[in-house]
């Protein structure tokens, strides 16, 4: 299970393993936060007093990708786009901001330990500050980033101690859930799940670690909802994200070949689980936990 990408914002089409490209673009410096919702014509009243008295600013903030979005429906609009700055559905807008800034985080690009102001970060996706201050708050909420007062949001810095609690727990909820499943689920349900683990190992092949990470979430989420536990899986969930955010000080990424291996066992553990091979099945799910 491992995390790469780059920041992009996702329509609400889009596919987990869609490729994710970037383009470094520096953020330019802004006065104010009221200053910047004033100039793309949506201030609010909130933004005319809130922001101002929030402080939030860019003094400390480092470059960040420009993201780019890709939708297969049209964008409603009610004024015009400027070329150079992507549009997000307002439709979803706060959701797609969150997937976007989930898959920063894996990639690396909102680095541990670092403050963001959500104005600016709404410049680059070319909308106001409110929908992403709203999924910087969800992201509070995950343990993702933290307030800062009059600032914005920091990102949380993690250790490798807390990666492998993370994992611990994922294999305590998992590996009974996926032993039990080896002896009742046929073999044509399990059949279903190949075309994640398929997609998995096709991210994997192109190295892209935030379309992996996806890709992977998706096919372990489908492998447990076999339980038909919602609140399993929604716990798994949210351990699945977690663990893929990144660490400070802790070892390289892995790579192109690490994530080949990992997406291979996936393929592997289908065999075994569709030929109800259950020592195969106990071997391979252990050592899939085990090497994370």
Same mark, same amino acid.
């Given at each position: 299970?491992? %995390?790469?990408?780059?920041?992009?914002?996702?329509?609400?089409?889009?596919?987990?393993?869609?490729?994710?490209?970037?383009?470094?673009?520096?953020?330019?410096?802004?006065?104010?936060? *009221?200053?910047?919702?004033?100039?793309?014509?949506?201030?609010?009243?909130?933004?005319?007093?809130?922001?101002?008295?929030?402080?939030?600013?860019?003094?400390?903030?480092?470059?960040? &990708?420009?993201?780019?979005?890709?939708? *297969?429906?049209?964008?409603?609009?009610?004024?015009?786009?400027?070329?150079?700055?992507?549009?997000?559905?307002?439709?979803?807008?706060?959701?797609?901001?969150?997937?976007?800034?989930?898959?920063?985080?894996? *990639?690396?690009?909102?680095?541990?330990?670092?403050?963001?102001?959500?104005?600016?970060?709404?410049?680059?996706?070319?909308?106001?500050?409110?929908?992403?201050?709203?999924?910087?708050? %969800?992201?509070?909420?995950?343990?993702?980033?933290?307030?800062?007062?009059?600032?914005?949001?920091?990102?949380?810095?993690?250790?490798?101690?807390?990666?492998?609690?993370?994992?611990?727990?994922?294999?305590?909820?998992?590996?009974?859930?996926?032993?039990?499943?080896?002896?009742?689920?046929?073999?044509?349900?399990?059949?279903?799940?190949? &075309?994640?683990?398929?997609?998995?190992?096709? *991210?994997?092949?192109?190295?892209?670690?935030?379309?992996?990470?996806?890709?992977?979430?998706?096919?372990?989420?489908?492998?447990?909802?076999?339980?038909?536990?919602?609140?399993?899986?929604?716990?798994?969930?949210?351990?699945?994200?977690?663990?893929?955010?990144?660490?400070?000080?802790? &070892?390289?990424?892995?790579?192109?070949?690490?994530?080949?291996?990992?997406?291979?066992?996936?393929?592997?553990?289908?065999?075994?689980?569709?030929?109800?091979?259950?020592?195969?099945?106990?071997?391979?799910?252990?050592?899939?936990?085990?090497?994370?």
């Amino acid at each position: 299970m491992e %995390q790469a990408g780059s920041l992009s914002a996702r329509g609400s089409t889009g596919s987990a393993a869609s490729d994710i490209r970037t383009a470094s673009v520096r953020v330019p410096a802004q006065a104010r936060a *009221a200053d910047v919702e004033r100039e793309r014509g949506v201030a609010s009243d909130e933004s005319r007093s809130a922001a101002g008295a929030r402080g939030e600013h860019t003094h400390s903030e480092p470059p960040i &990708p420009h993201p780019r979005v890709e939708s *297969a429906r049209s964008v409603e609009t009610t004024r015009p786009v400027e070329t150079a700055r992507p549009v997000v559905q307002r439709a979803s807008v706060r959701g797609q901001i969150l997937d976007a800034l989930r898959t920063a985080l894996v *990639a690396g690009e909102l680095a541990p330990g670092q403050v963001y102001s959500a104005p600016v970060l709404g410049e680059r996706f070319g909308v106001s500050a409110t929908p992403v201050r709203e999924a910087m708050q %969800q992201l509070a909420l995950e343990g993702a980033v933290e307030v800062v007062p009059n600032r914005g949001f920091r990102v949380v810095r993690r250790g490798t101690r807390e990666l492998a609690e993370l994992a611990e727990i994922r294999a305590l909820l998992e590996v009974p859930v996926v032993l039990r499943l080896a002896r009742t689920v046929p073999a044509a349900r399990w059949a279903e799940l190949r &075309p994640l683990a398929e997609a998995a190992a096709r *991210a994997a092949s192109a190295g892209c670690r935030a379309t992996y990470a996806e890709c992977d979430r998706a096919f372990h989420h489908a492998m447990l909802a076999l339980a038909g536990n919602d609140q399993l899986v929604q716990i798994a969930d949210d351990l699945h994200r977690r663990a893929q955010w990144p660490l400070v000080g802790g &070892p390289v990424p892995r790579g192109r070949a690490d994530l080949m291996a990992d997406a291979a066992e996936h393929l592997a553990l289908l065999d075994a689980l569709t030929a109800q091979d259950l020592p195969a099945v106990q071997s391979l799910v252990r050592e899939h936990f085990a090497d994370h």
